[in-house]
């Protein structure tokens, strides 16, 4: 789907995207500091398509998951050395695909004067295409993600939409570097796209599916042997 | 549980455990860039005591978690903003318990010599206290954690322990600074803990309570109505 080249790695003194502070504080009387970043917190949507059964799920090219599999091709060695620095030209690249994954719908809190489901329903509009009213998104839930590193909570919806709704191609914000594929997943082959590894996939499309599974089945009069 | 104070949060110039990296790529001809931090792959594992018929989670305290709290009660400002530095003593800082998660037994994959089940082993033994042999793990599934960020694989496993396994009290490597309270969970309670939001918790708790749901229920006799 893509090609992928040109990778250069240098250590980023200075990111606008990438953070570290460092808190300092007692615990139980105990002096301790931990390292971590602030970032906002983020909303999910799980889309169900109830003209053709199918999830809308996103795929892109995530180069934090691609530079995983780069190291991978790698002679071992460890994380806490410096990489070479430099144009990758010592190994040939892992193709495109090893970074490619398939998530749910998804965007930042970064707009203040917006509710949960009003960014929500935004980024079901940019990424998938989907004018959805704000009233039919459902929350599933929240959890925390990160926990380590920056501990933002994460909240996420159930949308159902109709191709009726389907007013764009979606894909994402072209200025902001975005190149988003929206994919449609078949109700009766979700369980086992979930479960097929060699699909790379956020945890995130994994639960959403069990739920739907579990909370819609009636409704959709699908099995429930997932 | 905790009690914690004399917080104050400085800029990380450099950080042992957080290292961003900034790589620079071709994408289909277009030149791009994205900061990401290399990490370490991890380990997961859903604990189940079937003498109890308990789910074994640790919880503990998340400094990054607690910082978001933090962030929440101070006067609505950009996260682009440079935090205000020094002693935090201008708002009361919120209670420990703000910062405290339920989690799943986790930890890195940074030992190359072992394989993922061995290093899943030594975890359930260090935070819970079981003596789990390394057979008795069953791989539930494996996916992508923090993709715009770090990408690392996590995988997660599903391991049965009985009283019998019970060794020491857990709690993880005091010298590390670890501070883990184990904690069970009746299996009959589980799914309402699971969506319980005042319970702060991680994704990877709700996802495999509900895998364990779906594919334990016929053994346990339990309702699959979750």
């Not at 030209?89 to 090893?98: G, Q, R």
């Not at 004018?131 to 925390?144: G, N, Q």
């Not at 191609?169 to 594929?181: A, C, M, P, S, V």
């Amino acid at each position: 789907m893509e090609h992928i080249g040109d990778i250069e790695v240098v250590p980023c003194s200075s990111s606008k995207y990438l953070r570290p502070f460092r808190v300092h504080y007692s615990q139980n009387g105990t002096k301790k500091y931990w390292d971590f970043m602030r970032t906002h917190d983020s909303v999910s949507v799980l889309i169900f398509n109830t003209t053709s059964h199918c999830f809308i799920l996103v795929k892109q090219f995530r180069p934090a998951v691609y530079m995983c599999e780069w190291e991978r091709t790698k002679p071992q060695r460890s994380l806490e050395e410096e990489p070479k620095e430099g144009p990758a030209d010592d190994v040939d690249p892992p193709p495109a695909s090893a970074g490619v994954t398939y998530e749910l719908c998804a965007g930042l809190v970064d707009k203040p004067d917006l509710s949960l489901e009003e960014i929500a329903r935004q980024e079901v509009l940019e990424e998938c295409g989907y004018d959805v009213p704000v009233d039919k998104l459902r929350k599933i839930t929240s959890y925390r993600s990160g926990v380590g590193v920056t501990g933002a909570r994460q909240t996420m919806f159930y949308a159902e939409v109709s191709d009726e709704n389907c007013v764009g191609e979606g894909g994402g914000k072209e200025q902001e570097g975005e190149l988003i594929e929206v994919i449609k997943v078949p109700l009766h082959e979700a369980m086992n796209f979930a479960y097929n590894e060699s699909l790379p996939k956020t945890m995130g499309v994994m639960f959403s599916f069990m739920w739907f599974h579990n909370n819609m089945a009636s409704k959709y009069k699908i099995s429930t042997s997932v």
